[in-house]
């Protein structure tokens, strides 16, 4: 029998709350660049356009709603817990869009679109988007070193964070490791090792600098880790079902990428049916992992909401 929280959700209401999240934090990055430059204002140009292109806004969503769970856990002032990860929110996106912008680079993807438009190096050129991405990048550390609304010893642990899912054991090591799967036929356990890091640990940090804003204990901590992990892996899952069976006008990206490269993927080892079954594994897995926190309904949702979608 399900447990009572795993159940059917309003998908107005959570769709909502993504809208409203992502709007919210539009705003806050648009005033990070609100920034005139004569000499190098090209940079600026190509950083706002892929840093306010849109998305999901997964993971700025997922660093907010924990702030707030942490809070409440805690018997603690939610809003106040939000405002405090809002400069986290900031940097773990601008890190997440400096990745994509570097992922869909001649010498990496090679894409051409990207959430419906021209990826950064198709509008200026391939070394201002190189430089693009590394300026998001270290900007991200700047934001998250100088929150002012939480004490320097949680900004020096968000930086910490920040710095070990980003870089070398983290998404960095995970597209090493898509690389070598482009030329060579990866492993079940090595193809899980690489979407943990590659995909997983910028949502492990966003739902970790959350709990970290709002002052979470060992056990939600120990939780979040959990329900990121699940939420993680099923999102890219999904992803590599939808490259198969997805539609482009949907997605803004081509599909197929990934046979055209010979990239070793979850349908490398399962039929579509399979992989869906698996996905949601994960998801139950994840929302199991909040069951005794009162609060954890949006994130539990959320994490419903990902695995039925199809772009």
Do not use: W
Not at 145 to 174: F, H, Q, W, Y
């Amino acid at each position: 029998m399900e447990k009572e929280f795993i159940k059917p959700m309003d998908i107005t209401d959570i769709e909502s709350r993504i809208k409203q999240r992502a709007a919210q934090i539009e705003s806050e990055l648009r005033g990070y660049l609100d920034v005139t430059d004569d000499d190098y204002g090209i940079l600026y140009d190509a950083m706002r356009y892929s840093l306010l292109a849109g998305g999901k806004r997964l993971r700025p969503f997922l660093a907010l709603e924990f702030a707030r769970l942490a809070a409440t856990s805690r018997g603690l002032d939610p809003d106040a817990a939000e405002a405090s990860a809002l400069a986290y929110a900031s940097a773990i996106e601008m890190i997440h869009t400096y990745s994509l912008i570097h992922d869909d680079l001649p010498c990496m993807d090679d894409d051409d679109l990207r959430r419906g438009k021209p990826t950064n190096h198709k509008v200026f050129g391939e070394a201002n988007a190189l430089l693009a991405g590394d300026a998001l990048l270290t900007l991200a550390f700047e934001v998250a070193a100088s929150n002012k609304l939480a004490s320097p010893e949680t900004n020096c642990r968000a930086v910490v964070l920040l710095s070990t899912a980003a870089g070398a054991n983290g998404m960095v090591g995970g597209q090493v490791l898509d690389l070598i799967g482009e030329s060579s036929r990866l492993g079940f356990d090595t193809l899980e090792r690489l979407q943990s890091k590659k995909t997983g640990e910028l949502i492990r940090a966003s739902s970790l600098l959350g709990c970290y804003a709002g002052g979470a204990d060992e056990g939600l901590i120990a939780a979040a880790e959990r329900y990121s992990m699940g939420l993680g892996r099923a999102f890219q899952v999904l992803d590599d079902i939808l490259d198969v069976v997805g539609d482009t006008a949907l997605l803004g990206k081509p599909i197929g990428s990934d046979a055209a490269s010979d990239k070793t993927t979850f349908l490398t080892f399962m039929t579509p049916n399979e992989a869906y079954a698996y996905a949601d594994r994960l998801t139950r897995d994840a929302v199991s992992a909040l069951e005794d926190y009162d609060g954890a309904d949006v994130l539990c949702e959320l994490a419903i909401y990902l695995s039925k979608r199809n772009k």
